[in-house]
Each structure stands twice: as structure tokens, then as C-alpha cells.
């Protein structure tokens, strides 16, 4: 991998909060917040089905959904079933559904380097094939780490005064 701009110019100063890696661990890089969306993507919507699948406490699941509606990942959209009060369901926002190719990246990874007894697989519904999560650039090159350049912007807090 190579590093252009103000990424190649910082020496050891740390990116911080102008890292988009960095930005979107703080929202899903706990166990929980993974299962989660993993569940919502395997079409959970109804908290007590979260919460069961993921075999999270209630006050976790609660804290956790709360904050992917807050992201932008997940909304709420009300729904009653009769003779019950009226209820959110929790269903996936365009944004969370972005966070597809990242989540079935980590299943994958976890089928080829520590597989479970039963490695669930990813099939295409349209014509059986497996799905693959690659890098791939916008002319459909497959990319691998050696031939990706990452470029950013500005001095990262160095002599920035504007907060991102």
C-alpha cells in the first residue's frame, strides 16, 4: 500500500478523528454493535428478536440499537399487533445497508482463517454462485493491498484549525 498527501507527510502524528476507519469504529467496533447488525441483516427488526439472536442483555441491545438510530444505521418504524401496544421495529437505513460489504468481510475472513464447524456461506440468489467481498476499483479491477494508494487532504491537526 501506498500513502500520498498530507497521509504520507505526517510521521507519527496521529490521524485521529479525520480517520474515516477511526470514525466508524467508535460506532461498531464492539462485539455487540457487530451482532447486532449482523441480525439486521439476516432480517431481525423487532428488538426482542435482536436481543435473543445475539444473546445480549436487554439493556445492551436497547443502548445499542438507540445508537445506530442516532448514526443514521438503523430507524425505527411503528408497528402493533392487535390487542398489544404500539412498538418500533428497527429496519436497516441506506447507509446501513453500506455496512454490508464490511460485516460478510468478517464472516468471510472468519470462514478462511478460523472456521466454525458449520461456516455459513454467501451464494448469489440470482444464479447460485458463492459471493466473494473484494476490492475492486471503479473500472471492476480487482485490487489488491500492493496496488492500493490511499490519499488524503490536510495537515490532520498539525496546523489545522478547523475541527472535522
Not at 467508535?26 to 431481525?44: K, N, P
Not at 428488538?47 to 442483555?57: Q, S
Amino acid at each position: 500500500m501506498e500513502l500520498e498527501g498530507a497521509l504520507a507527510l505526517r510521521g507519527d502524528q496521529p490521524v485521529g478523528r479525520y480517520c474515516p476507519i477511526e470514525r466508524v469504529l467508535g460506532l461498531i467496533s464492539t462485539r455487540s454493535s457487530i451482532l447486532l447488525l449482523r441480525e439486521a441483516f439476516y432480517g431481525a427488526t423487532r428488538f426482542e428478536t435482536f436481543a435473543a439472536r445475539t444473546g445480549l442483555t436487554e439493556a445492551t441491545t436497547a443502548k445499542k440499537l438507540r445508537d445506530f438510530v442516532d448514526a443514521g444505521v438503523l430507524e425505527t418504524q411503528p408497528y402493533q399487533r392487535p390487542g398489544e401496544r404500539r412498538r418500533a421495529e428497527y429496519v436497516l437505513t441506506e447507509s446501513g445497508r453500506d455496512l454490508l460489504p464490511a460485516v460478510f468481510a468478517l464472516l468471510q475472513w472468519g470462514n478462511a482463517h478460523d472456521p466454525p464447524p458449520y461456516p455459513p456461506s454467501l451464494h448469489h440468489q440470482g444464479c447460485g454462485e458463492p459471493v466473494e467481498i473484494v476490492a475492486r476499483c471503479s473500472a471492476g479491477h480487482e485490487v489488491g493491498g500492493d496496488d492500493i494508494v490511499v490519499s488524503a487532504p490536510g495537515p490532520f491537526g498539525l496546523d489545522d484549525p478547523q475541527e472535522p
